[in-house]
């Protein structure tokens, strides 16, 4: 019995450990390259799908942030996260090496099995429904979820979208694509780490063009916090010109179509990509976004060796 025990203490610390350091992680690295684009004109959102009839799950509130522990730090009327400078310059361009073993690419689809991503995609190109603040434990802020309600007894979360949400091509950001993302990351042509993520989801139902619920088997936070990183790219990624979607895992080398505050601006061989800042990017203004995304161009170049790599860092 000991032994149970001390095994469910050291998996509790451990996912509580992962979810700190993912927060910690991506805030950091999300404030050391800050942002800020331009207002467009709003393009209207395409009509969406019929909703889909469902029981409504046991009733609860409308937030702007969930925390697992207690309330979340900032108010709904916060503007930025402290640790932000919302002022920061803009400009310049930041050089970044391969952050990890990867020494070239292949592909530019982040999700599945098969080849090689570049460094960067998941990070500047595609979002999430919510944003874990760095400043605090285990807590999310909606970022293309304008708001979030959760049941009671956690048998449900609901996401009700921004409205103001685009992808980079100028779509509005639909409950449609979000659950497109969630379908195609729990199908069997993407890496088993999302489908082990979604396990404790039941279903995922469209209420309305900005409004998703999903139904949960798990009735816990943590399967709450996994749906609310969720990636979201367009229902478009990928399309064929008769309007068809091939097997997701056929998608290799087509620009992926996110939300995020960056766009491909060329890449060179597997060995170089360089993203741009959208200057139409839809978030510029969010209390989750100010201050973050401050280069105008960030380049991740691929080295063979570390020390080559240093020593192109440092020229």
């Known amino acids: 019995m000991l032994t149970r025990l001390a095994r469910s203490?050291?998996?509790?610390?451990?996912?509580?450990?992962?979810q700190a350091m993912f927060g910690a992680s991506a805030a950091i690295l999300a404030a050391f390259v800050a942002s800020a684009p331009s207002t467009a004109a709003t393009p209207?959102?395409?009509?969406?799908?019929?909703?889909?009839?469902?029981?409504?799950?046991?009733?609860?509130?409308w937030v702007h942030a969930y925390a697992a522990f207690g309330t979340p730090k900032y108010p709904r009327s916060f503007t930025h996260f402290e640790y932000l400078n919302p002022d920061a310059p803009k400009g310049g361009t930041l050089y970044l090496p391969n952050p990890d073993r990867r020494t070239s690419f292949d592909k530019l689809n982040y999700y599945t099995v098969k080849g090689n991503a570049p460094a960067g995609v998941a990070i500047f190109m595609i979002e999430t429904l919510a944003y874990l603040g760095a400043?605090?434990?285990q807590t999310m802020y909606g970022l293309l979820a304008?708001?979030?309600?959760?049941?009671p007894d956690k048998s449900a979360i609901t996401f009700r979208l921004h409205p103001k949400a685009r992808f980079s091509n100028g779509d509005a950001?639909?409950?449609?694509?979000?659950?497109?993302?969630?379908?195609?990351?729990?199908s069997p042509q993407v890496s088993p780490t999302y489908q082990s993520d979604y396990a404790g989801?039941?279903?995922?139902v469209v209420v309305d063009a900005r409004t998703i619920r999903f139904d949960l088997k798990d009735r816990t936070s943590d399967q709450i916090f996994k749906l609310g990183r969720l990636p979201v790219f367009s229902h478009k990624y990928g399309m064929k010109a008769d309007g068809s979607h091939p097997p997701f895992d056929?998608?290799?080398?087509?620009?992926?179509?996110?939300s995020g505050a960056y766009t491909i601006a060329r890449m060179d061989s597997g060995r170089r990509i360089e993203f741009q800042r959208n200057p139409d990017y839809w978030a510029r203004d969010l209390p989750v976004r100010r201050g973050m995304y401050n280069f105008d161009r960030i380049v991740y170049r691929f080295y063979q060796d570390e020390d080559i790599a240093i020593e192109a860092h440092l020229a």
């Not at 203490?9 to 992962?18: D, E, F, I, L």
Request: hydrophobic share 35%; net charge negative.
């Open 201 to 204: 989801v039941e279903r995922a």
């Open 173 to 186: 950001v639909t409950s449609e694509d979000v659950k497109f993302s969630y379908d195609t990351l729990t």
């Open 44 to 61: 209207p959102a395409s009509a969406p799908s019929p909703p889909v009839a469902a029981s409504a799950p046991s009733q609860g509130q």
């Open 250 to 258: 056929q998608i290799v080398n087509e620009m992926p179509i996110g």
């Open 135 to 137: 400043d605090e434990t």
């Open 9 to 18: 203490v050291c998996g509790s610390c451990t996912a509580v450990r992962k």
């Open 146 to 151: 304008e708001e979030m309600l959760v049941a």
